[in-house]
């Protein structure tokens, strides 16, 4: 079990931290590339799926998030919650983090859901929290066809319709 933290400013530093990560997040779904490359260090290692995708350097790890995640027809929302942040010394920290997230892609018509759970290390670098490792390790992922679902439709993307829903008020 990690130690509680011992004071306001570490409570200040992990909060760095779980905005970061938010930060993190935020810019996968919304394929902002140029700004998740600024959660990174510049040596930033990933190992996503237990290894099976797995990087070395920032430029390498955004290269591989736009590639596999850049059509207009992959959509995804990424969430993480319980977050177990421990500072290891002023500029140093790791962090465990649940994950749930869905990936819907028109192009393949699947659905992908599953859980996980990250595990981070941290660098403090020029007064900024930044990731210098990332992975996941799943707990569960399934698979499903949407064209099994009948009636099941796509009714606003961001990517092609702007985020405006085609549902009628």
Do not use: N
């Not at 600024?38 to 799926?49: G, M, V």
């Not at 859980?115 to 707990?139: C, I, M, N, P, S």
């Amino acid at each position: 079990m990690s130690p509680a933290p011992s004071s306001v400013s570490d409570l200040i530093e992990i909060e760095q931290i779980k905005r970061l990560k938010y930060k993190y997040l935020r810019c996968l779904d919304q394929k902002l590339w140029d700004e998740i490359a600024e959660c990174f260090t510049s040596d930033a290692t990933a190992a996503y799926s237990s290894g099976k995708y797995a990087f070395d350097g920032a430029e390498a790890i955004v290269a591989f998030l736009r590639q596999a995640m850049g059509a207009d027809s992959f959509h995804s929302s990424h969430r993480v919650h319980h977050p177990e942040i421990e500072l290891t010394s002023a500029t140093t920290a790791t962090g465990v983090w649940a994950l749930e997230d869905v990936v819907i892609d028109t192009r393949f018509e699947i659905t992908i859901r599953g859980a996980a759970f990250y595990e981070d290390e941290y660098v403090k670098v020029d007064g900024q929290w930044k990731l210098r490792h990332t992975g996941y390790r799943r707990t569960y992922e399934e698979m499903q066809s949407r064209k099994d679902v009948p009636g099941l439709k796509l009714t606003a993307s961001g990517w092609t319709g702007g985020g405006r829903s085609e549902l009628e008020a």
